[in-house]
């Protein structure tokens, strides 16, 4: 079944452009290119437009119908009671966590000085 809705989407999707390509526009449109012009001789120029315009609203609420069917009842659901990455935070691996300094003065965290020998 899940197959079939994406073949009738695809389907459904390549029908849409070409009903919107074939809409004449100010620059012609495909309609021109094609010979589209013989299809406004035999409708009559005012029933293509309103036939083409129909087809173009009933094929993309079949697209939106099926892209919401396709999704809300046949995709595969993860577990319900799983929380997003968000709500688990960052992974800790290995990270590093930053060390403050220690307190007091520095003479007493500073390590003793070596005074070295009395040269000859």
Known sequence: MF????????????LLILVILM?????????????GGNVGM???VRRT???LIRGTQ??????IILALVTNIF????????SDSVLQHGTPSHGAV??????????????PPLSTPPAGK
């Open 97 to 110: 966590t930053p060390q403050l300094p220690p307190t007091g003065t520095p003479e007493q965290s500073a």
């Open 42 to 44: 035999v409708f009559g």
């Open 3 to 14: 197959i079939s809705l994406i073949v009738l989407e695809v389907i459904v999707s390549v």
């Open 49 to 51: 437009s309103d036939f």
């Open 74 to 81: 046949f995709l595969p659901r993860q577990g319900s009671n």
């Open 23 to 35: 809409q004449s526009s100010k620059g012609g449109g495909l309609a021109g290119s094609f010979g």
């Open 58 to 63: 009933v094929l993309a609420a079949l697209f």
